[in-house]
């Protein structure tokens, strides 16, 4: 194994529970410990633990941080409160995505802004190299250890380990407090379309609190769960996964995300290219689908409309939940309606499909 890989502060409970390690990101991560489909179920009917600590956190601080953080991202900002988070992403002048994200809100002048492991080098380097007024950044992602407790028992299990009420962390908000006596950021955005929490805290209390929640988790469930049942969970919600979904060469407008992008705010990097785009109409759309036969859709696949290719896929997988075959993929705007039959190309053979609506599974973030 790559010996200049990174190791999360939980590497040493991954390896005594069996887990299946692989590389990704540049670090040692587990992507199984028993079945993805296990896993995946234990998150959507009682809880599952994610050590994500290979995110990454970026510090904006100064009077202009705010200014800043909104010329730098799609979203606004400003319309943001103390304790308050939002989803965003960066995109570069032709409109490709840099990154989408997570800005957290601590003060006017104070934020964090959590990014994808694979881009945080890149991520870095494009903020600072845009850095305007008075505002300072530091990569903080070495200063913290990140885990997610995700399921339909988390607020049971949190409640025996905080002396908050966690039911007063609304979503996108979160709070600084304890849990196990370690004190720590409290969030909860999720990305897996379950109640749930996101606990940032220093690495060198990381053991001690995953067997925290692991002791008050057990009555209810709680099983550790690895990069495939989250790569799952957050399929059926129709979730991006970057250098999937979305990367430099799709735009926001075509991948759904035009939610989070707010063409109505002052100059923001990309603006122009995306005033474009939405005048002229995207020209293909980010549409979910299901398989009508057996086969399992893979990233990079083709995808027909009447023996025309029209599209490609970007994700795909075997349903746990639903147990059938369902994936993301880009189709020329025309193909885009739901009930449009589709084709996907597996193995020189043409898979019947259909475009359905979307995400493929209530979400129930409360």
């Known amino acids: 194994m790559n010996n200049t890989l990174k190791k999360t502060p939980f590497y ?4 005594s529970l069996g887990a299946k390690i692989v590389e990704f990101a540049g670090f040692h991560m587990p992507v199984m410990y028993t079945s993805i489909k296990e896993e995946h179920l234990a998150v959507r009917q009682k809880a599952g633990l994610f050590d994500v600590s290979h995110m990454g956190e970026f510090l904006v601080e100064g009077e202009d941080a705010e200014s800043f953080l909104n010329y730098l991202t799609l979203n606004d900002v400003s319309s943001l409160i103390d ?3 939002q989803y965003s992403a960066m995109c570069y002048p032709d409109g490709g995505i840099v990154d989408d994200l997570i800005i957290y809100r601590f003060e006017k002048n104070k934020y964090m802004m959590v990014v994808n492991a694979g881009n ?3 991520d870095f380097d494009w903020v600072k190299k845009n850095l305007k007024g008075k505002v ?4 903080a992602s070495d200063d913290y250890a990140l885990l997610a407790l995700q399921g339909p028992e988390s607020m049971k299990i949190l409640k025996k380990l905080v002396d908050f009420d966690p039911q007063s962390v609304g979503f996108y908000h979160f709070l600084k407090g304890t849990v196990a006596g370690i004190p720590m950021i409290v969030s909860r955005t999720g990305y897996t379309g ?6 940032y805290h220093k690495p060198e209390e990381g053991e001690k609190l995953w067997d925290a929640l692991f002791d008050a988790g057990n009555p209810y469930g709680l099983k550790p769960a690895g990069l495939g049942a989250r790569d799952t969970l957050r399929l059926e919600m129709k979730y991006c996964l970057y250098g999937n979904d979305i990367d430099d060469t799709t735009n926001p407008l075509e991948a759904g995300l035009g939610w989070i992008t707010k063409l109505d705010k002052e100059d923001f990097i990309g603006k122009q290219a995306l005033v ?8 293909r759309k980010l549409v979910g689908f299901t398989l009508l036969e057996r086969g399992i859709p893979r990233h990079g696949y083709p995808v027909y409309s009447k023996d025309e290719e029209v599209g490609v896929v970007t994700s795909g997988t075997q349903s746990p939940g639903l147990d059938q075959p369902i994936g993301l993929a880009y189709v020329r705007r025309d193909c885009a309606k739901t009930g449009t039959p589709l084709e996907i190309g597996i193995r020189n053979k043409k898979i019947q499909a259909k475009i359905v609506k979307t995400p493929f599974v209530d979400s129930k973030p409360y």
């Open 83 to 85: 304790f308050q988070a």
């Open 136 to 139: 300072s950044v530091k990569n």
């Open 194 to 199: 379950e109640p749930g929490f996101e606990f």
């Open 120 to 122: 945080i080098q890149k």
């Open 276 to 283: 474009r785009i939405k005048e002229s109409k995207p020209a």
């Open 12 to 15: 040493a409970k991954h390896s």
